[in-house]
T-cell receptor, first 111, second 116 residues
Framework: KQEVTQIPAALSVPEGENLVLNCSFTDSAIYNLQWFRQDPGKGLTSLLLIQSSQREQTSGRLNASLDKSSGRSTLYIAASQPGDSATYLCAVLDSSYKLIFGSGTRLLVRP | DAGVIQSPRHEVTEMGQEVTLRCKPISGHDYLFWYRQTMMRGLELLIYFNNNVPIDDSGMPEDRFSAKMPNASFSTLKIQPSEPRDSAVYFC??????????????FGPGTRLTVL
């Protein structure tokens, strides 16, 4: 059974810092991995999708990497801003087209 | 496109009442998913449909929950009777036809359900 784990559960950093969020999964048979952002009381916003054959994807200050063989992904946020404060969720798409989510990392960027 | 539409956005009901949540997927999408999010269990897949047919309902917690998709543009998730432990945010998501590694789900804003 696929399990997705995110570390740390919560993170507080001063504005301007570069930071890394971690995601691990137990079964490497995935189609892709997605990173989502969720603001309090809001829905999910897709940030990046990495296909199983890819190593990384970039969008603006965000960079996500994927090492399928070791079951790991990282989300790198450069020059963090208070507006980046949110919960970040990692999810893997399994062979049945089911998204399996981690429990999220709650990020606070202090001004 | 307006994206995935869910209604109502908030629902407060009393234990024992029937609750119906509604979802309109993105036009042209063949897959529809229902998720539930709680503090304790995070985001869990309840059921998903492909071309209006339920494919996997193994996440539906018990017989009190049922979901239907009568046509390509509408789905309902019904809880009858509702219980306080059903309080959660329920998300609907849709996807275009399966394309392997490019398969991506688009989420609606969610319905926050409170059962008193």
């Amino acid at each position: 059974k696929q399990e997705v784990t995110q570390i740390p559960a919560a993170l507080s950093v001063p504005e301007g810092e570069n930071l890394v969020l971690n995601c691990s999964f137990t079964d490497s048979a995935i189609y892709n991995l997605q990173w989502f952002r969720q603001d309090p009381g809001k829905g999910l916003t897709s940030l990046l999708l990495i296909q199983s054959s890819q190593r990384e994807q970039t969008s603006g200050r965000l960079n996500a990497s994927l090492d399928k063989s070791s079951g790991r992904s990282t989300l790198y946020i450069a020059a963090s801003q208070p507006g980046d404060s949110a919960t970040y969720l990692c999810a893997v798409l399994d062979s049945s087209y089911k998204l399996i989510f981690g429990s999220g990392t709650r990020l606070l960027v202090r001004p | 496109d307006a994206g995935v539409i869910q209604s109502p956005r908030h629902e407060v009901t009393e234990m024992g009442q029937e609750v119906t949540l509604r979802c309109k997927p993105i036009s042209g999408h063949d897959y529809l998913f229902w998720y539930r999010q709680t503090m304790m269990r995070g985001l869990e897949l309840l059921i998903y449909f492909n071309n209006n047919v339920p494919i996997d309902d193994s996440g539906m917690p018990e017989d009190r929950f049922s979901a239907k998709m009568p046509n390509a543009s509408f789905s309902t998730l019904k809880i009858q009777p509702s219980e306080p432990r059903d309080s959660a945010v329920y998300f609907c998501a849709s996807s275009p036809a399966g394309t392997g590694t490019l398969f991506e789900q688009f989420f609606g804003p969610g319905t926050r359900l409170t059962v008193l």
